[in-house]
């Protein structure tokens, strides 16, 4: 029962790299989000997706991309790299309810990433 | 788009009393309210939800009420224990609006044993 899993969990990177953010879930979730966690703002919502082939921006989407290719997966792109982005980041997973209804979030471990 | 607030950020209470924390949201189009508990290093876990058809919903010590006139909900969690201590986020989120799920700031919960 792995639920959602995050890698790497921990990431240095100097201003101007770029990387990607893994994110994986072998529950069939049809949604998938990327949220970042910063201190005294809560979970912000990046990025998110209701399936395969489908993404749309949510609250602060300035500096990322993502994709989505297959159901299970859903990596988060760091073009160029900010201070501004040193943060915890989240990937969360749920199903569609039947009748479209909203279902709880499966969430992951976390990414602590430090932008120097 | 929906903005949630929550409030206190910092809630400090005696074992065996009880904690309130409450939250207010903006989009109308809201239709599911779920808690979350997110405890150090690990990610949120939701620890009650609601929907909108619904008014209260309680489990053994962790209660939830919807307002959805005045556009608030609020968590009751009471005989805290020190396990207990965690840092709670509420949410809200409308089928209508693609599912996105948006949290509140977070409240900071010490129990003092």
């Known amino acids: 029962n792995a639920g959602v899993t995050q890698t790497p969990k921990f990431q240095v990177l100097k201003t101007g790299q770029s990387m990607t953010l893994q994110c994986a879930q072998d529950?069939?979730?049809?949604?998938m989000s990327w949220y970042r966690q910063d201190p005294g703002m809560g979970l912000r919502l990046i990025h998110y997706?209701?399936?395969?082939?489908?993404?749309d921006q949510g609250e602060v989407p300035n500096g990322y991309n993502v994709s989505r290719s297959t159901t299970e997966d859903f990596p988060l792109r760091l073009l160029s790299a900010a201070p501004s982005q040193t943060s915890v980041y989240f990937c969360?997973?749920?199903?569609?309810?039947?009748?479209?209804?909203?279902?709880?979030?499966?969430f992951g471990n976390g990414t602590r990433l430090t932008v120097t | 788009g929906e903005n949630v607030e929550q409030h206190p950020s910092t809630l400090s209470v005696q074992e065996g009393d009880s904690a309130v924390i409450k939250c207010t949201y903006s989009?109308?189009?809201?239709?599911?309210f779920p808690w979350y508990k997110q405890e150090l290093g690990k990610g949120p876990q939701l620890i009650i939800d609601i929907r909108s058809n619904v008014g209260e919903k309680k489990d053994q010590r962790i209660a939830v009420t919807l307002n959805k006139t005045a556009k608030h909900f609020s968590l009751h969690i009471t005989e805290t224990q020190p396990e207990d201590s965690a840092v709670y986020f509420c949410?809200?989120?409308?089928?209508?609006?693609?599912?996105?799920?948006?949290f509140g700031a977070g409240t900071r919960l010490f129990v003092k044993a």
């Open positions: 949410a809200a989120s409308a089928s209508a609006g693609g599912f996105k799920t948006i």
């Open positions: 997706s209701v399936g395969a082939g489908i993404t």
């Open positions: 969360a997973s749920s199903r569609l309810g039947s009748g479209g209804g909203n279902s709880p979030l499966h």
């Open positions: 529950m069939n979730h049809e949604y």
């Open positions: 989009d109308s189009a809201s239709n599911y």
